[in-house]
């Protein structure tokens, strides 16, 4: 009766299977640090997009503010002319 015991032919695993199943925690944990990175630190295109926000701003204020001194050169000029004190050029 013991005959078939000594003759069972042995389960064996692939070396693969066993390599797989004792780097599962090691993967595991590995997935969710990957995981939690990605969550938690901001997308590179918001990084890149403020600072082309910040360009932008720069380059409209400095445009506004030539439109305001190219304005307040034309009303002073308009002003001379009114009060009868002629160009800027006579003026020292």
Do not use: C, F, H, Y
């Given at each position: 009766?013991?005959?078939?015991?000594?003759?069972?032919?042995?389960?064996?695993?692939?070396?693969?299977?066993?390599?797989?199943?004792?780097?599962?925690?090691?993967?595991?944990?590995?997935?969710?640090?990957?995981?939690?990175?990605?969550?938690?630190?901001?997308?590179?295109?918001?990084?890149?997009?403020?600072?082309?926000?910040?360009?932008?701003?720069?380059?409209?204020?400095?445009?506004?503010w030539v439109r305001v001194?190219?304005?307040?050169?034309?009303?002073?000029?308009?002003?001379?002319?009114?009060?009868?004190?002629?160009?800027?050029?006579?003026?020292?």
């Amino acid at each position: 009766m013991d005959e078939w015991i000594s003759k069972a032919i042995p389960i064996r695993r692939s070396r693969a299977a066993t390599r797989r199943s004792a780097s599962d925690p090691a993967l595991l944990s590995t997935t969710l640090t990957s995981g939690a990175r990605v969550l938690l630190t901001p997308p590179r295109e918001i990084w890149l997009a403020s600072l082309g926000s910040a360009s932008l701003t720069i380059q409209l204020v400095r445009t506004a503010w030539v439109r305001v001194v190219a304005e307040g050169t034309q009303a002073e000029g308009a002003l001379r002319r009114v009060l009868g004190r002629g160009s800027t050029a006579g003026a020292a």
